[in-house]
């Protein structure tokens, strides 16, 4: 049935709709947002969380509002949380290249590689030039054993901006995997010239050259790699190149310092016994053999080192 002009104005009205007469505030919502992400910013997740609520309450389709959500609940340790917040967001916008990068991120954390990767297709499709995206998946295809995958995602990040020191490190430790020692190599030279303190790249330069059976340049990368950043994993490795070189007692504090660190950690356990065992029978000490950079093997004042001789022990 028509509506009846209003009486005397000559105007149609029509019933209000409660369903759909409400209109949410943008002064409250940006006021409520803005709210979220200072007090997220304190450290205060639950004052961000309950003002987000306020947000969501007057924009349940607000996709930037589910995304700090999602971000902090994954920060606070609740990761299905994080996962549902990320999710509600690309219901909401399915553009969203946040909302994307935010769910292949808890999806990593939850171990679920295969929907991660597929996530960082989604994100890809919508931007082809994200160098995280393609490094981070590159990271996924790694983990997966797809080895040629992954190099052929840094090189495209690699493309996109050539003096990334992630890209250099992930394309060489794929190389690494497929058996390609100075490929990788290179890479990971690469890495540290683009930047010197990049860990996991001085990191993999040990496993390179603990693989090689260089235990000495392996135990230079491991303590160059620790002054950056301790971990137990890497004076396990250490402890492993100090023991290629029998010297049992600098194997010993690795492995105990590995252990200090993570007393769970069942391979450090079982080396040091050995390294215990091979301190009764040997036990060399070589001195400090690492130049810290100065020289290199054939520059000038290389062969006046006085301790070129100890260098030569450990350094083919």
Same mark, same amino acid.
């Given at each position: ?35 979220a ?38 920060k ?8 549902d ?24 954390d ?52 050539? +003096?990334? $020191?992630?890209? @250099?490190?992930? =394309? !060489?430790? /794929?190389? #690494?995997? &497929?058996?390609?020692?100075?490929? %990788?190599? *290179?890479?990971?030279?690469e ?38 950043? +301790?971990? $137990?994993?890497? @004076?396990?490795? =250490? !402890?492993? /190149?100090? #023991?290629? &070189?029998?010297e049992?007692?600098? %194997?010993? *504090? ?28 040997v ?34």
């Amino acid at each position: 049935m028509r509506p009846s002009p209003e009486a005397g104005g000559g105007r149609l009205t029509f019933p209000p709709d409660q369903t759909r007469r409400f209109l949410p505030s943008v002064d409250r919502l940006e006021a409520a947002m803005h709210a979220a992400r200072n007090a997220f910013e304190r450290g205060n997740a639950d004052g961000a969380l309950g003002q987000l609520a306020v947000a969501l309450k007057l924009k349940p389709q607000y996709d930037a509002a589910w995304i700090l959500r999602g971000r902090i609940l994954r920060k606070t340790g609740d990761r299905e949380g994080a996962l549902d917040s990320f999710a509600q967001a690309l219901k909401a916008n399915g553009e969203s290249k946040e909302g994307w990068m935010g769910l292949a991120s808890v999806l990593h954390d939850l171990g679920r590689t295969q929907e991660e990767a597929e996530a960082y297709d989604r994100m890809l499709a919508l931007d082809p030039r994200s160098v995280e995206a393609w490094i981070d998946k590159g990271a996924v295809l790694h983990e997966l054993k797809d080895y040629r995958g992954a190099i052929a995602c840094n090189e495209k990040a690699l493309s996109l901006r050539p +003096e990334s $020191a992630a890209a @250099w490190n992930n =394309k !060489g430790a /794929a190389l #690494l995997r &497929l058996g390609d020692a100075p490929g %990788a190599a *290179r890479c990971f030279d690469e890495a540290l010239h683009f930047d010197p303190d990049f860990f996991d790249a001085m990191a993999n330069r040990m496993y390179l050259y603990e693989q090689q059976g260089r235990h000495g340049e392996a135990v230079l990368w491991a303590d160059r790699a620790l002054r950056i950043r +301790e971990a $137990a994993w890497l @004076w396990y490795a =250490k !402890g492993l /190149a100090h #023991l290629g &070189l029998l010297e049992s007692t600098l %194997a010993v *504090r690795s492995f105990e310092r590995a252990l200090t660190i993570d007393p769970n950690l069942a391979e450090a356990k079982a080396a040091l016994g050995r390294a215990r065992e091979m301190r009764e029978k040997v036990d060399f000490y070589r001195g400090v053999y690492e130049c810290f950079g100065t020289h290199l093997v054939g520059d000038p004042g290389c062969a006046e080192c006085e301790i070129r001789p100890r260098c030569q022990e450990v350094t083919p």
